[in-house]
């Protein structure tokens, strides 16, 4: 099994940023696909972003140009840069691996003025 600890979401302002940071344990992170779900209350978790082990990107139609994800193999961590936040936006975010589907505890984002 794999410990996923994500970490970075708060209260942000609409038009604002943040970036989310999702810690892996294990020593094989570098072959995983990752990926970021979010969950708002009373809807289904969705995909938001997933990266591959060779660093192909996906993006659900709703971040896309407002959304990168990235990974940093030597620091076991992949990471959601958040732009141009929107109310919508509001969820808690999981991170996701696909070796053992393994999923985070998640991080709350609220995007309100």
């Known amino acids: 099994q794999v410990q996923l600890v994500e970490s970075g979401g708060g209260l942000v302002q609409p038009g604002g940023s943040l970036r989310l940071s999702c810690a892996a344990s294990?020593?094989?992170?570098?072959?995983?696909?990752m990926g970021w779900y979010r969950q708002a209350p009373g809807k289904e978790r969705e995909l938001v972003a997933s990266i591959t082990r060779r660093g192909s990107t996906n993006y659900a139609d709703s971040v896309k140009g407002r959304f990168t994800i990235s990974r940093d193999n030597a620091k076991n961590t992949v990471y959601l840069q958040m732009n141009s936040l929107k109310p919508e936006d509001t969820a808690d975010y999981y991170c996701w691996e696909n070796f053992y589907d393994s999923w985070g505890r998640g991080t709350q984002v609220t995007v309100s003025s």
């Open positions: 294990g020593s094989i992170f570098s072959l995983y696909t």
